[in-house]
């Protein structure tokens, strides 16, 4: 069996001082970052925390959804359960569309991840909500390169945002 390469990306929306959540939810809901992660997610396995599990109605379809969480005794339909991170990218590899393993939350596995992502899909939302508990690690121009940027688009309402992919900058 050859070598596989397998791409670990975090995909987040983010807000100006990268907040990401707020009460265990997204802070906002743009349908078309909704659209954009389905599009980039499908087919391949997306890791994420018990919270931002739960905070889905569902396991995201089409989609090997793991869920890392310190409960022994959890289950949730539809679901891989591990309990780290290390167990949870194992089982990623060893998954269908494993080329590219997405992190899709939340805050904890996030910051936990972070040293290891290859690469970022980020909605850049130009605003900084009043209510937030959750943030995003900070990205560094030291450790990131842009390598897309959209243009800026505007919902309905008037909130702004472009979506942003980053590699990691290796072997400075």
Known sequence: MKNL???ICGIVAIGDNFEIGYKGDLIWHIK???KRFKNLTMGHPVIMGRKTRESLPKALPGRTNIVITRNRDYSAP????VHTLTEAIEMAK????SDKIFIIGGGQIYEESFPILDSLEITHVYDTPKETDTYFPKVSGDDWSLTYKSEIFETPDGLKYDFESFSRIRNK
């Open 5 to 7: 390469k397998h791409q």
């Open 32 to 34: 078309e970052d909704l």
């Open 78 to 81: 539809d679901s891989l359960i």
């Open 94 to 97: 060893a998954s269908e569309g």
